[in-house]
């Protein structure tokens, strides 16, 4: 007689299909057996799809506001082609505010930037970190010379250009893709150096329309030079901008995911409390020292 071949039920080899939790859909046919049915997931674009950190995009939305009130400010007072809205001696205090909290605007732009430039390294790796930060600076500042410059000026033969927020963004964004091989500390020292102490460059000065001249002049000094015929406007110095956006990339590290949430509030309630008292003091005293000379 031929051995008998014992039946195997139908989810024998699959036991993780069976004891695996989950909505199930059961179907029962007489003496079919029971199977349970695991809905598929995409696994992959969950794990790929990045997640939103609702502070940090509610702080930049609130930017993005103020930015745009320091905007069109000038549209709605006709004295603002007379006096800046700073100037104590003709302002007054709500203009003076609509002016003065937009100081706020870039700097606390590029710090979310370097925040999220972290966060991005964080997903995809150090190298591929790099490449995005200098191709990115790449195309901002060619954006600014290229793009914006063109609308300002409506002339396609570029007879100046405007170093603005956008190429200081993009320069920084550059020098950043080589400092996030650095450690982390050395980061975090470097960009705190270059806040806080570049002021103590104020006295140095470079003489001449030669090429010294003109990289201090994009590094700290700012002003104005020719290169050819061409007329370069040099608004937003770049060493303090560089010195944020790689302090902001540091401080990312309070929004990794394992960092504990409660921990990083109380850090940051304190850094912003420092941060907010150290600028108040500075503020009022420039406005003093303001008004001694004044007398």
Not at 247 to 262: H, I, M, N, S, W
Request: net charge positive; hydrophobic share 45%; aromatic share 12%.
């Amino acid at each position: 007689m031929p051995p008998k071949i014992k039946a195997r039920h139908p989810m024998e080899d699959c036991p993780a299909a069976i004891s695996t939790p989950g909505p199930t859909f059961v179907a029962m046919y007489n003496s079919t057996p029971t199977i349970a049915v695991r809905p598929v997931l995409n696994h992959k674009s969950a794990e790929t799809k990045p997640m939103r950190v609702e502070s940090i995009d509610l702080l930049r939305g609130t930017v993005m506001i103020i930015m745009a009130l320091d905007h069109v400010r000038d549209f709605f007072h006709r004295d603002s082609f007379l006096y800046d809205p700073t100037d104590l001696t003709h302002t007054n205090i709500p203009l003076f505010f609509t002016r003065w909290i937009t100081h706020y605007c870039a700097p606390v732009f590029i710090f979310l930037a370097g925040i999220s430039a972290h966060l991005y390294g964080v997903r995809k790796g150090r190298r591929e970190l790099s490449f995005f930060l200098l191709t990115r600076g790449v195309w901002l500042i060619f954006a600014e010379l290229f793009l914006i410059g063109l609308g300002w000026s409506f002339n396609p033969t570029y007879p100046y250009f405007n170093l603005q927020v956008i190429w200081a963004i993009g320069l920084s964004m550059i020098v950043l893709s080589a400092m996030v091989y650095m450690p982390l500390r050395l980061i975090l020292v470097t960009g705190l150096l270059l806040v806080a102490g570049h002021n103590l460059l104020d006295t140095v000065h470079v003489k001449g329309d030669g090429m010294p001249a003109m990289l201090w002049a994009i590094l700290h000094d700012g002003g104005e030079f020719f290169i050819g015929h061409t007329l370069v406007f040099v608004r937003y110095p770049v060493l303090p901008w560089i010195g944020v956006l790689a302090t902001g990339y540091c401080v990312g590290q309070l929004y990794r995911p394992e960092f504990d949430a409660a921990r990083r509030r109380s850090i940051l309630v304190i850094l912003g409390g420092g941060a907010g008292s150290g600028s108040a003091i500075c503020a009022g005293s420039k406005v003093s020292r303001n008004c001694t000379e004044g007398s």
